[in-house]
């Protein structure tokens, strides 16, 4: 059995939020309060020491426009994101991804929005594996990840596992 902690513990002893609806007919109005901490730092158990998230962009290298649109990618983040790590353009498969990509990393939750944002408009015919870094390879390749575009199954178990 599985067993998640509530997303509502430290807010046990707050005062209800007001079922005020605002002008628009549909959304709630929330009262003013303070800005989330996850603005500036990574929840636990993301461990931002090297790095916060990884965003590894899938593409199918047999395919000469998917492989000509990835390099092309790669080369346009590099230069419109320089201040990210991203490593060298893999046109093989390698670890646990089952198809050509390269990958890039982000340090703080704005790099990792804009990121993800700019690559939802951008990344064309890729598909890009979004997980956080947590001390867990395991989890965070298969229960923490995200995907853009469609999923590619990974080769878990050379992943390590928290112990």
């Not at 067993?3 to 109005?29: A, C, R």
């Not at 092309?72 to 046109?91: A, D, G, S, V």
Request: proline share 12%; net charge negative; charged share 20%.
């Amino acid at each position: 059995m599985t067993f998640w902690k509530s997303p509502l513990e430290g807010y046990e002893n707050t005062k209800p939020l007001p079922n005020t609806v605002n002008p628009d007919g549909k959304s709630l109005f929330n009262p003013p309060g303070d800005k989330s901490t996850a603005y500036e730092e990574f929840p636990p158990p993301i461990n931002p020491s090297n790095n916060g998230f990884d965003f590894h962009v899938y593409y199918m290298p047999t395919i000469e426009a998917e492989l000509s649109f990835a390099r092309e990618l790669h080369e346009r983040i590099r230069r419109e994101f320089p201040e990210l790590r991203i490593y060298k353009f893999w046109e093989r498969p390698v670890g646990p991804h089952p198809t050509a990509m390269f990958e890039v990393n982000t340090f703080n939750p704005h790099q990792t929005g804009a990121l993800f944002s700019w690559l939802t408009v951008h990344r064309g015919p890729c598909s890009v594996l979004i997980h956080p870094n947590t001390d867990d390879e395991l989890k965070d390749h298969t229960e923490l990840m995200s995907w853009m575009g469609k999923p590619w199954p990974l080769n878990t178990s050379m992943l390590k596992a928290a112990h």
